[in-house]
């Protein structure tokens, strides 16, 4: 079977599971996934993608697994508690043919705790049975030449290794089980200290290398529904957040409302309080450039703040990214796809993503407009004004007079 333990997810999984437990434990969540691709036909291979849900829902933490948590410093003990006692449960994960031909409906429905650990192996699960079903035959080598193509240019680019930092960040959309590990096992070995780390906890538990993450845009997007006001719910967030880890995984996630509305919420307070900030879609140069104006404005100094960059990424798009801001502030980038399924053939473009909490519509209107997933186009409207973001129309008439 794809997924054998439930550490095979990200670390920010993990994280944001901690808050629920702790601030929201009566949460309820809704997810949807979605195919990008256009002409990808995911239904004949519905059983086989049930069949292995229904394993992952077999599946329990172990002691050893247990124990690793624990080690991790901001992982409380009462949290693990609860993981000892978890499991996934079939009745919340549902699988179907959509509405549109070639189309699958996944959903996941339940308590926020009880749903939040489906996404990133229902995921690996769907990218590895498309793969395996599609390419049955398909040799490695390829897949390796790239990758280490790749480690060759990170060392002629910084041979030092004295500031290019990369994780992998590909547990969603590899290609395998088995191409992850050799990916991860290949960086750890010979990317030297370039390579910082990776966002799948089994793997960093197996390779002995850093955990990675912090928040999602489900986390943001459930506040929401949780928070007191509309407008305020990016603050409420934050602050929960601050609260749950007093300082501790400060990379606060800036576009799930655009970064106009990231940087009027992130004052002098949360400039200081939180490391950086992560960058996941629009313009990496321009996002850049007006988070360390904001620093700058706030009396904060960049050169001790953290630029996190994960949007869409590989590796000549880093570096470029590496020598605007060197000498200017930390960074590091999070490259998923283009090292954990880049082997020749085209990737899925999948996601999975939280839809309502508590029963009411949640979205993400970032700087993209191609990645906001709302089922409510007259909430999806609100939360446009709300939080002052203009429409695509409008936004595409902003950008062409401004060219």
Same mark, same amino acid.
């Given at each position: ?5 439930l550490l +095979?997810? $990200?670390l ?12 929201f ?20 291979y519905?059983d ?10 077999s599946?329990r /933490?172990?002691? +050893?697994?247990?124990?690793? *948590? ?19 449960s =079939?009745r ?9 031909? !070639? ?7 339940g308590?926020? *705790? ?18 395996? !079903? ?7 080598a390829?897949?390796r ?5 790749k ?6 680019? $910084?041979?030092?290794a004295? /500031?290019f930092?990369?994780a ?9 089980r088995?191409?992850?590990?050799e990916?991860?096992?290949t960086?750890?070995?010979?990317m ?10 089994l ?11 912090t928040?999602?845009h ?17 603050i409420?967030?934050f =602050?929960?957040?601050?609260?749950e ?14 970064? +106009?509305?990231?940087?009027r $919420?992130?004052?002098?307070? /949360?400039c200081?309080?939180?490391d950086?900030a992560?960058?996941?879609s629009?313009?990496? /140069? ?24 994960? +949007?869409?990424? $590989?590796i ?10 060197k ?19 085209p ?7 939280m839809?309502?909490?508590?029963g009411?519509p ?11 997933m709302?089922?409510?186009?007259a ?22 007079d401004?060219?």
């Amino acid at each position: 079977m794809i997924i054998n333990s439930l550490l +095979d997810t $990200d670390l920010y999984k993990f994280s944001m599971m901690q808050v629920v437990l702790h601030q929201f434990p009566a949460a309820h969540a809704e997810y949807r996934f979605k195919c990008r691709n256009e002409h990808v036909n995911l239904r004949p291979y519905i059983d086989e993608i049930r069949e292995e849900v229904r394993h992952l829902c077999s599946l329990r /933490f172990k002691q +050893d697994e247990l124990d690793y *948590l624990r080690s991790l410093r901001f992982i409380k003990s009462d949290f693990v508690d609860f993981l000892g006692l978890f499991q996934l449960s =079939e009745r919340h994960f549902f699988i179907g043919e959509g509405d549109s031909p !070639n189309e699958i409906s996944i959903e996941a429905k339940g308590p926020w *705790l009880h749903t939040i650990l489906f996404e990133i192996p229902v995921l690996a699960i769907v990218n590895e049975v498309y793969f395996r !079903n599609n390419y049955p035959s398909m040799d490695l080598a390829e897949g390796r030449r790239r990758l280490q193509s790749k480690i060759e240019q990170v060392h002629a680019f $910084d041979p030092e290794a004295a /500031f290019f930092r990369v994780a992998e960040y590909g547990t969603r959309r590899r290609f395998s089980r088995e191409w992850h590990y050799e990916v991860v096992r290949t960086l750890r070995e010979q990317m030297g200290q370039c390579f910082v780390g990776t966002s799948n906890v089994l793997l960093a538990r197996e390779y002995d290398t850093l955990p990675l993450g912090t928040m999602g845009h489900e986390y943001l997007q459930a506040c929401q529904a949780l928070g007191p006001r509309l407008r305020d719910s990016q603050i409420f967030a934050f =602050e929960r957040w601050a609260r749950e880890y007093r300082g501790d995984l400060g990379i606060a996630l800036s576009d799930v409302y655009g970064l +106009d509305a990231f940087l009027r $919420d992130f004052d002098l307070y /949360f400039c200081k309080l939180f490391d950086g900030a992560r960058h996941d879609s629009g313009d990496p /140069f321009e996002w850049g450039e007006r988070m360390l104006a904001h620093y700058q404005s706030h009396r904060v100094d960049p050169k001790n703040k953290s630029l996190i960059f994960s +949007d869409g990424l $590989d590796i000549p798009l880093a570096m470029k990214i590496a020598e605007r801001f060197k000498d200017r502030c930390k960074t590091s980038f999070g490259i998923g796809t283009n090292l954990t399924n880049d082997m020749g053939v085209p990737a899925l473009q999948i996601v999975m993503k939280m839809v309502r909490c508590n029963g009411q519509p949640v979205a993400k209107i970032s700087d993209e407009p191609s990645k906001t997933m709302c089922d409510d186009p007259a909430y999806l409207a609100y939360l446009r004004h709300v939080f002052n973001m203009p429409t695509p129309d409008e936004a595409a008439t902003i950008a062409r007079d401004a060219g």
